[in-house]
């Protein structure tokens, strides 16, 4: 166990809903990132939190937007979905240059 | 951009055999890997990691080597196990500035562990 826990572990949404995932960041880390895995492939960079500021974003639309509180837990959230945003959403806590370690993810259905 | 791939798509060994996963990176500034096991329905779990300054970094039944001269990567498993059967994800890190934490991935290697 990583001591990252992502909430819920399953989630079916309907096209242009909103949606909001959450995670906990294993105790002492301070980043946290979320990833993108769509299927048979590998993740994919959306962006990154450090000290609840933004530290980086990958190339996803501002659609994908996300928060990091004071107690280094984040939220992920993602306006207008778009069926090809169903995907496995890893959260990944670190310190900003050490290793990142994964929660079991968010399977996220878009219908 | 930064591109991380690997050579086979997928791996079959015996039980009690070795195993070498191998990993091709393109960004030659990059400073940091992590080789990560992901089992069907799970998260990436953390396997080893090894810093640009070394070319080899042992763990329990793993050995990481990395040939910076190639750009490559590679990940020993030592007598493997049914339980090692997962994909196998090498990730890398670029220095410094925005890029700083965020890892790049490459598509991964399916091990199937037979007895």
């Known amino acids: 166990e990583t001591g990252v826990t992502q909430s819920p572990t399953h989630l079916i949404k309907t096209r242009g809903q909103q949606v909001t995932l959450r995670c906990s960041s294993q105790s002492g880390h301070n980043t946290v990132s979320w990833y993108q895995q769509a299927l048979g492939q590998g993740p994919q960079f959306i962006f990154q939190y450090y000290r609840e500021e933004e530290n980086g974003r990958g190339n996803f639309p501002p659609r994908f937007s996300g928060l990091q509180f004071p107690n280094y837990s984040s939220e992920l959230n993602v306006n207008a979905l778009e069926l090809d945003d169903s995907a496995l959403y890893l959260c990944?806590?670190?310190?900003?240059?050490?290793?990142?370690?994964f929660g079991q993810g968010t399977r996220l259905t878009v219908v | 951009g930064e591109s991380v791939g690997l050579h086979l798509p997928t791996l079959s060994v015996q039980e009690g055999d070795n195993s070498i996963i191998n990993c091709a990176y393109s960004n030659s500034a990059s400073d940091y890997f992590i080789w990560y096991k992901q089992e069907s329905g799970k998260g990436p779990q953390f396997i080893i990691d090894i810093r640009s300054n070394m070319d080899k970094r042992q763990g329990q039944r793993v050995t990481v080597l990395l040939n910076k001269t190639v750009k490559h990567l590679s990940l020993q498993i030592a007598a493997t196990q049914p339980g090692d059967s997962a994909v196998y994800f090498c990730a890398e890190t670029p220095p410094g500035g925005s890029t700083l934490g965020r890892l790049y991935f490459g598509r991964g290697t399916q091990l199937t562990v037979w007895p």
């Open positions: 990944a806590s670190s310190y900003p240059t050490g290793a990142a370690f």
